[in-house]
Nanobody, 125 residues
Framework: QVPWVESGGGLVRAGGSLRLSCAAS????????MGWFRQAPGKEREFVAA????????YYADSVKGRFTISRDNAKNTVNLQMNSLKPEDTAVYYC??????????????????WGQGTQVTVSS
């Protein structure tokens, strides 16, 4: 039922690293982009990073640029998010999602169609 399945979340100390993975649950879905979003308690969902399937283009939120790296493995239909130098403010539920269009902005969550259930990332100080 869940199109995408996130994994790799957990508890880590500030300055540590985590690697999140987003894998297709069953069939491959149409997607021009794959994105990562996060939502912390009491806050709105925010864009983290995105990557195109065919172009190799990547996009990052200013808050994670230089610390996070998004990558893909099309053979496995998997998208990863390597998170380094983690900060307590990175604590959130992280979601992956697919974007079926190329128009508009990849930071717009409403332009994504299928979403995973999320994986919790907690960074302690």
């Amino acid at each position: 039922q869940v199109p995408w399945v996130e994994s790799g979340g957990g508890l880590v100390r500030a300055g540590g690293s985590l690697r999140l993975s987003c894998a297709a649950s069953g069939r491959t879905l149409r997607s021009y982009y794959m994105g990562w979003f996060r939502q912390a308690p009491g806050k709105e969902r925010e864009f983290v990073a995105a990557i195109s399937w065919s172009g190799g283009s990547t996009y990052y939120a200013d808050s994670v640029k230089g610390r996070f790296t998004i990558s893909r493995d099309n053979a496995k239909n998997t998208v990863n998010l390597q998170m380094n130098s983690l900060k307590p403010e990175d604590t959130a539920v992280y979601y992956c999602a697919s974007r079926p269009v190329v128009a508009g902005s990849v930071v717009d969550g409403t332009s994504y169609d299928y979403w995973g259930q999320g994986t919790q990332v907690t960074v302690s100080s």
